[in-house]
């Protein structure tokens, strides 16, 4: 049964499955079987019907998707659990439909040229989600009669055969059968011989096949049935042999294993081992030893350690708008993590990304609601933590206020209104009455100014006009009005009276009930500081900065900027000035433009200033005075000096690497050490070692690095051998045949060859003789000496060949011989004839 392991978790992976079998409650003919959460969801069932043989039959059934977030899944079955939808082609059509108003299904099964063996109950079975549906349904199958045409010669054939297997045979044991086949066959052998009880029937024979298990004639001990191993560690598999000397094989998931570093052979006597080094997740399989037709099972599970939590989250507070990043830390590069709020599982759609870089993990809401507010979960399989949300509503801020105005007849009057959203518009009041627009009337928003609002002055006169956070309006009074041409001397008061006339004369002088102050309108100097110049401006060397910082004042303001105090040299930063903002531009930047900075702005005696702090980081130099301090055991202590050149920033750390001065190949040991010292372990002993160490600041590493002044030895405790002089050795020996001749009968006409085996130094000097006198240069004869093995080859030896043969070593020290009869001999006729 296909199945998929649990998940990882802080106790030991399971050792094996327990595997149970339910089977289904017998079936009535005719009757829908029981199915969990049945509803009715189909709207038409298919009905039984009585085909004709050689004709289509077709079965419609449709469902009621109404109620469905997903299209429902439709199986055509045949018996219990025969799927149709894989026997789809000529002989089996199926059909679906849509109705888009009613929102049915329709499905149809179509049987062409309906046979013998169509006959029986089928189903059709509908799911959706958590809901089910099923209907059950027959087909019997009769023939055409006599205008049918051809008879259908092989069903008649089958059902013939059928009507056999119906009459069960009385000396039938049917208990014998059930023992000797398979599981998968029993139901078709109940069903064939009429057995009902099919569940009693497989109780009772579990209880006969309890049986003594057959002794192995290759193993005396067999695996273990499972092993359990931590993900890193090693593990052992060992089998004990009846045979010593027989050859095993190992398997993993049926495929054998070679020996290497990873998988390692032991052979002690009748024991074999498989060691398996750093197992991993992929080590997690089936494996087997096989002695010729006999095999020994195993599993392995590899316990993946669980994941724990390294750096935990921490509670974000923001504005509403504002990105949320909840970070945390864990113990594994690679690992999953599981992301909640307030219980909810989160998934990745548009309003939560997930990212990962290593072992950190992130949670990121690109703008927050107050919807967001609440308490966030991550877990692990080792650990879990959780940080809350708080999302504040913006503080909205009046930045420019309405300022009064005091104008000239006829002309225009703006008011103008800055808040510190740009979304958020403004509504228009005079003297507590909403300003209704008109055709005269212009209304412009412009990023936060919610205004201007425009007005004709009327009898030298206008109201104080107020601003609330709703729609922008402009007011203007369609009134008789008038322009007063010359130039109003700034800071008199002046009176006006206005007097209509017509065909009958003057009017009384309509008189103004109090002087107006002819002034000059002044809008403060202030600054508005972008927030990511509020805090200190930070860029690396060679990269370009361009601030620009607006501000505000009327008439135009006097732009001032210092550097720590000092008048700004244009020389090396660019200053552009508008009506509304100042920019300052570094083309590539230095060290040297690191500073503080002062931006100042005056109207008159009145002023406004800013200061900003800019800071021009690069790489740091290397550390300085790298020390080799102590070396004990398998360990070695090092120290160093902070470097010269820090990068005009913080140093946050320092990279350490070890070489052994025999390969030269450098290894990290330590990274982001925050001391200027450290211990370096884990050493080989018998090497030396030198070592080098990187600063690192938020640039990054150093370029160059510290080498160390000394060197770390790790020296060989108590080994120490006595080497007694050297003395050597005698090898000279006299020659001595260590495998002699042995007397042959060979076949005349067919190549034969007799040999020996001698030894002796110096190298001794060979002669072969014949009846006690010496073989010369007789091409009949091929004399070989391989490496002491000495051979003489007889082509087609013939009757004189035979006799008795000498082999002689002689050298300085002595000499030695061997010798054997060779009998050569004619085969006769029949010998001849069969062979």
């Known amino acids: ?152 010669f092989s069903g008649l054939l089958k059902k013939r055969e059928r009507k056999q297997k119906e009459e069960p045979e009385i000396d039938v044991d049917v208990w014998e059968i059930l023992k000797n086949a398979k599981p998968c066959d029993y139901e078709k052998i109940a069903f064939e011989y009429g057995i009902t009880d099919l569940r009693g029937l497989l109780k009772r024979l579990k209880k006969m096949k309890k049986v ?32 010593p000397n027989a050859q ?11 020996p290497s570093a990873k998988y390692i052979f032991e052979s002690v006597g009748g024991i074999r081992k498989l060691i398996i080094n750093k197992c991993t997740l992929a080590d997690d399989a089936a494996y087997e030893c096989v002695i010729g037709e006999e095999k020994s099972f195993t599993e392995v599970f590899v316990q993946e350690p669980p994941v724990t939590i390294t750096k935990m989250l921490d509670d974000v507070h923001v504005v509403v708008g504002e990105k949320v990043e909840f970070e945390v830390e864990v113990s594994e590069e690679g690992a999953n993590v599981k992301w909640k709020k307030d219980g909810v599982e989160l998934s990745r759609d548009g309003k939560y990304r997930f990212k990962k870089d290593g072992t950190k993990h992130w949670l990121i809401i690109n703008e927050a609601t107050a919807e967001d507010i609440g308490t966030y979960y991550v877990y692990t399989s080792g650990g879990e933590s959780k940080g809350e949300l708080e999302v504040e509503e913006k503080e909205l801020e009046v ?45 412009t928003h412009i990023g936060r100014y919610s205004g201007p609002l425009t007005a004709t002055l009327i009898d030298s006169c206008i109201s104080k006009l107020t601003s609330s956070l709703t729609s922008p309006i402009l007011l203007y009074y369609p009134l008789c009005s008038f322009l007063l041409n010359g130039d109003l001397p700034v800071g008199e008061k002046m009176l006006f009276r206005v007097t209509a006339v017509n065909i009958a004369g003057r009017s009384p002088p309509a008189v103004m009930a109090q002087a107006v102050t002819i002034r000059e309108i002044v809008e403060r100097p202030k600054i508005r500081l972008p927030r990511q110049l509020r805090t200190k401006y930070i860029k690396r060397v060679g990269e370009k900065v361009n601030l620009v910082i607006p501000f505000q ?26 009506d509304v903002d100042t920019i300052l531009f570094i083309r590539q930047a230095a060290r040297e433009h690191s500073g503080q900075y002062t931006l100042s702005v005056q109207i008159e005696n009145m002023e406004d200033k ?3 702090e800019i800071q021009i980081v690069d790489k740091p130099g290397p550390p300085i005075a790298v020390t080799v301090t ?51 372990s884990d050493l080989v002993m018998g090497n030396e070692y030198t070592f080098r160490v990187f600063s690192e600041n938020i640039c990054g590493m150093s370029d160059d690095a510290g080498i160390s002044k000394n060197t770390a030895a790790i020296a060989k405790t108590g080994l120490q051998q006595n080497l007694k002089p050297y003395k050597e ?107």
């Not at 009327?554 to 508008?578: F, H």
């Open 399 to 443: 930045l420019q206020s309405i300022a009064d105005l005091t104008l000239k007849a006829a002309e225009q009057a703006v008011f103008k209104c800055e808040v510190s959203d740009e979304k958020v518009t403004g509504k228009w009041f005079k003297d507590g009455v909403e300003v209704i627009p008109s055709d005269r009337i212009k209304m």
């Open 1 to 152: 049964v296909p199945h998929s392991r649990p998940p990882a978790a802080a106790h030991s992976s399971p050792l094996f499955y327990i595997v149970s079998l339910n089977l289904p409650v017998e079936h009535v003919p005719g009757e829908e079987p029981q199915m969990s959460q049945i509803s009715g969801l189909l709207v038409e069932k298919p009905q039984s019907v009585t085909a004709v043989k050689g004709k289509n039959v077709t079965f419609v059934t449709k469902v009621d998707s109404s109620q469905m977030l997903r299209k429902p899944t439709m199986k055509w079955l045949k018996g219990k659990w025969m799927d149709l939808g894989s026997k789809a082609g000529k002989h089996l059509q199926f059909k679906e439909t849509y109705d888009r108003n009613t929102k049915i299904y329709t499905y149809e099964m179509t049987i062409v040229k309906v046979v013998d063996g169509d006959a029986g109950g089928y189903r059709c079975e509908v799911t959706s989600k958590d809901k089910c549906d099923s209907c059950t349904f027959d087909i019997s199958v009769e023939d055409a009669g006599e205008d049918a045409g051809e008879l259908d």
């Open 553 to 578: 004042g009327k008439p135009r303001p006097v732009v001032t900027w210092l550097k720590d105090g000092a008048p700004l040299d244009t020389g090396l930063v660019n200053i552009r000035t508008s």
């Open 729 to 835: 050795k005698d090898m000279c020996s006299s020659p001595k045949f260590i495998t002699p001749l042995v007397d042959r009968s060979v076949i005349a006409g067919y190549s034969a060859a007799i040999s020996c085996a001698v030894r002796g130094h110096p190298k001794p000097k060979i002669i072969w003789m014949k009846n006690k006198m010496i073989i010369g240069e007789d091409p009949k004869y091929l004399m070989q000496n391989n490496q002491g093995v000495l051979t003489l080859n007889i082509r087609k030896p013939s009757l004189f060949d035979g006799g008795k043969y000498t082999c002689r070593a002689i050298n300085d020290l002595g000499e030695d011989e061997v010798e054997c009869k060779l009998e050569v001999r004619v085969l006769k006729e029949k010998e001849e004839v069969k062979k």
């Open 212 to 243: 003594e298990p057959k002794k192995s004639d290759a193993f005396l001990k067999k695996l273990d049935p499972a092993y359990s191993v931590e993900k890193g560690k090693k593990i052992q598999l060992s089998v004990e042999l009846a045979d």
């Open 248 to 258: 095993v094989k190992w398997l993993k998931n049926g495929q054998e294993i070679k």
């Open 630 to 680: 102590d070396v004990w055991g398998f360990n070695a202590a090092l120290e160093w000096k902070p470097p010269k050149d820090n990068g005009n920033c913080e140093i946050t750390g320092y990279t350490i690497q070890k070489a052994d001065l025999k390969t030269k190949e450098w290894f990290t040991v330590l990274e982001h050490n925050r001391r200027p010292s450290c211990t370096v």
């Open 610 to 612: 800013v200061n900003l």
